[in-house]
């Protein structure tokens, strides 16, 4: 009896601390200027372009014009984070300014300009 009961002592002396540990990771609160669905796709929108010139669907025209664009989303993205917070106004207009963004690169890939399509290097 003595041997179950100091069995069942241990067994909850251990369960306990165990809840008793401090988290892995710490659990930090979602950080403000993090903007990485912004990111991801603006990287995917310069990506588009530069697939648009190599293949010779954008004039050189249409590529200065959409990096253009996507030159001032950054410059956008950089101003909303200055005050130490992206705000969920400035998130929509920095999408809003992405959705406008990437249906002009979708016109401009389909349209009838064409360029003379670039090695790649």
Do not use: C
Not at 25 to 33: I, N, R
Request: hydrophobic share 40%.
């Amino acid at each position: 009896m003595k041997i179950q009961t100091l069995i069942a002592a241990l067994a909850l002396t251990v369960g306990a601390s165990a809840f008793a540990q401090a988290p892995a990771a710490p659990v930090s609160p979602k950080d403000p200027l993090a903007t990485p669905k912004i990111d991801q796709r603006q990287a995917n929108q310069e990506k588009r372009i530069d697939q648009g010139i190599a293949s010779g669907a954008l004039t050189k025209k249409e590529a200065t014009n959409l990096d253009k664009r996507e030159t001032k989303i950054e410059a956008d993205k950089l101003a909303a984070k200055a005050d130490g917070k992206v705000t969920k106004a400035e998130r929509r207009k920095l999408e809003r300014e992405q959705n406008r963004a990437s249906g002009a690169i979708k016109r401009h890939k389909h349209d009838r300009q064409t360029a003379a399509p670039v090695a790649a290097k």
